[in-house]
């Protein structure tokens, strides 16, 4: 489902050629299955880092998402039902689930799994919000109450979540930004739980598989041949026009350097046979399988560090570190390394597919664990033959998370507190995933009451970042207020006149929406090209 598309040209000399002598060098004639202390050593990663198992089969199984609840628990996505064969027999078979991991002795390594839906077709991408869950089983999308981690309603958010497609091209990621808005790849539709509605709105079209965000909640994706792409701006502007096709400073081409460098013979992509895919040694030579990324918003790895990029590679067992820039209101970047990657392994089976920061602060490895990656409705006849040369069919029970941490260095995860005021400090932590749960669960509690404290943090502007989260959580909650937004628009730092702007929607309307122009004509009078580029 993550590799790309088949351009066809399969009438030629070259692919016959391919078809007919193409050779493994030893030791890659065959891909035996490993287990995931095995395939833990055949992978090479930057110098100063470890990899270690998190979970492993039996498990997990088929993980293709997950994301961590307040507990600190993984919620994984199991998609087992996923390509059983070249020919995808018994694909529309309900076997797929979403579980709930758990690591009872605190060792840092999940040993109790507990079964929290099942009887899936497919299902794709979760989002706990409230007291429930948002689940994606194309193509409709899910609500479901949760008690004592069990579902105890199921409520219809959107029947048309993924219509038609398949399961390579349908909508995924739930990602909960900074805005309180829940957003996809794959898709133009946004999605916002207020009270007991569900409101859907109209948005950019992003990506294909595999969303995160920045500091400050600008969104970033990529589709299988790019690297990452990503947005200027709050991904809830520039939206609202139907007959705007097209809209600068979104799906930007942020990394255009789409070079990968395996450490094995890549044959079995789709498109193998043809020119320039493969290099002289059958390594795979730029993305065909870019997915998962995620901008890693944690300080354990360093300043270095903080704010990269991390792309999953699947077909070529790799992750790539991209370093990001800013340049006034312009986001850029590069490829860290040449040459060589962050990580990248000789297990043709490695498939990591999703990437996310943890509660410790680490990162960590969605690794599917299967041989076929590519979906039937691309599977060319080459790569039919690469699968059956190497026994890629089986096993379909297979899978495992990673984390990466320093060398050397235990890593502890950030508890977070019950009280709702012990919230506020860690709108300012170091790690993004805290900051950000923080938020929803404040906003999630519909707690007007630290309205008062939220406000002083704004007043106080010392950290972009707790004022920047203090001002969504206040938007998310519904107390924020015009006099708390137009003092921000005259800030001179504009990591907080940028989100004044972002957030300003929010608070305008037909009574004070003067005030508001009165100032963004201020703005575009002096020149502020930041603002108004």
């Given amino acids: 489902m993550f590799a790309g598309f ?16 193409i050779k493994l060098e030893k030791p890659f004639t065959e891909s035996p299955v490993l287990s995931a202390g095995e395939s833990l050593k055949a992978m090479k990663i930057e110098p100063g880092f470890s990899i270690q198992i998190v979970a492993e089969e039996p498990l997990v199984n088929s993980p293709v998402s997950v994301l961590f609840d307040k507990k600190g628990r993984i919620w994984v996505v ?4 996923y390509m059983p064969d070249t020919v995808g027999t018994g ?42 869950l948002l689940l994606a089983e194309s193509p409709k ?37 900074m805005d309180n808005w829940i957003y996809n790849a794959k898709s133009s539709k946004r999605y916002r739980k207020m009270g007991d509605k569900w409101l859907i709105e109209r948005t950019h079209f992003r990506g294909q598989w595999g969303i995160s965000q920045d500091d400050q909640g600008r969104l970033f994706y990529n589709n299988n041949s790019e690297n990452l792409q990503g947005d200027f701006f709050s991904p809830g502007l520039g939206a609202s026009n139907d007959n705007q096709q097209r809209l600068r400073g979104f799906s930007e ?93 000789t ?51 297979f899978g495992r998370i990673y984390k990466i941490v320093p060398a050397g260095k235990k890593v502890r995860s950030q508890t977070l507190p019950s009280a709702r005021d012990q919230l506020l400090p860690l709108l300012n932590h170091s790690n993004g995933w805290v900051r950000n749960q923080a938020q929803q669960i404040l906003v999630d509690s519909r707690n007007k009451n630290l309205e008062s404290s939220l406000r002083s943090m704004l007043y106080k502007r010392v950290q972009p970042r707790s004022v920047i989260h203090a001002l969504w959580t206040m938007e998310g909650l519904g107390v924020l207020r015009k006099t708390d937004v137009l003092p921000i628009l005259n800030e001179k730092n504009w990591a907080f006149r940028m989100q004044a702007l972002n957030v300003s929607p929010s608070v305008m309307n037909k009574e004070n929406y003067r005030e508001f122009l009165s100032t963004f004509n201020r703005m575009l009078s002096s020149g502020d090209t930041l603002a108004a580029p």
């Fill in 347 to 397: 297990d043709e089976r490695f498939r990591p597919v999703n990437l996310n920061v943890g509660p410790d602060g680490a990162l960590y490895i969605v690794d599917m664990y299967r041989g076929i990656i590519q979906h039937k409705t691309y599977l060319t006849p080459y790569l039919k033959n690469q699968i059956k040369a190497r026994n890629l069919t089986e096993p379909l029970s």
């Fill in 141 to 177: 999308l899910w609500y479901y109450e949760i008690q004592n981690d069990k579902p105890v309603k199921r409520t219809l958010v959107d029947p048309e979540y993924a219509e038609g497609g398949n399961v390579e091209h349908q909508p995924n990621g739930l990602f909960r930004a």
């Fill in 253 to 345: 081409n942020i990394i255009k350097n789409n070079r990968v460098y395996p450490i094995r013979p890549t044959p079995g992509v789709n498109r193998g046979y043809m020119k320039d895919i493969l290099d002289d040694s059958l390594r795979l030579v730029n993305f065909t399988a870019a997915c998962g990324p995620v901008i890693f918003n944690s300080m354990l790895f360093g300043k270095e560090y903080y704010g990269n990029a991390f792309v999953a590679e699947p077909s070529a067992n790799l992750i790539k570190r991209n370093i990001i820039s800013e340049k006034g209101y312009q986001v850029a970047g590069r490829q860290a390394y040449t040459e060589r990657e962050f990580l990248a392994s």
């Fill in 91 to 132: 694909e529309d078979q309900p076997t797929g689930k979403v579980v709930i991991l758990s690591d009872r002795n605190g060792d840092g390594r999940m040993d109790h799994r507990q079964v929290f839906l099942d009887s899936l077709v497919l299902p794709r991408a979760i989002c706990l919000i409230e007291n429930g």
């Fill in 6 to 21: 088949f351009l066809g040209e399969r009438n030629s000399d070259h692919y016959q050629f391919a078809l007919d002598t």
């Fill in 78 to 81: 199991e998609m087992e039902n």
